[in-house]
């Protein structure tokens, strides 16, 4: 694989382990993060504190079924599962394009459908 899906992999993965140092040492600092039909967030703290998302509990699960790379942009296509802390468990699918300057993410537009 090349350094930068590995970092994608690496970044997916501090997903599922709930680990926010691992996501963020895959950031630049001023790293824009485009959640299409949410929000918008800039900078590493903003991305922080979205990481964990106080209406779902413990790890989701996430899978990669596909990772593109083309010049400075690696795309993920995959999907989740995230248990709701009111109960109940929401499926999704989702794209993630990433795109870097050097080795770390800089910006990041994720679309992601909700299956139930």
């Avoid at 691992?22 to 993060?33: A, F, N, P, R």
């Amino acid at each position: 694989m090349s350094p930068r899906k590995d970092v994608v992999e690496a970044y997916i993965e501090g997903f599922r382990r709930g680990d926010h140092e691992l996501i963020l040492s895959c950031l630049t600092e001023d790293v824009v993060w485009v959640l299409h039909g949410y929000t918008t967030l800039t900078g590493k703290d903003a991305f922080d504190k979205e990481i964990e998302n106080a209406a779902f509990t413990g790890k989701p699960t996430l899978t990669i079924d596909q990772l593109i790379e083309e010049g400075d942009t690696v795309v993920a296509v995959g999907s989740g599962q995230a248990d709701r802390r009111e109960g109940g468990t929401l499926n999704f699918v989702f794209s993630d394009v990433f795109t870097f300057t050097g080795h770390k993410i800089s910006r990041l537009e994720t679309f992601q459908v909700n299956l139930d």
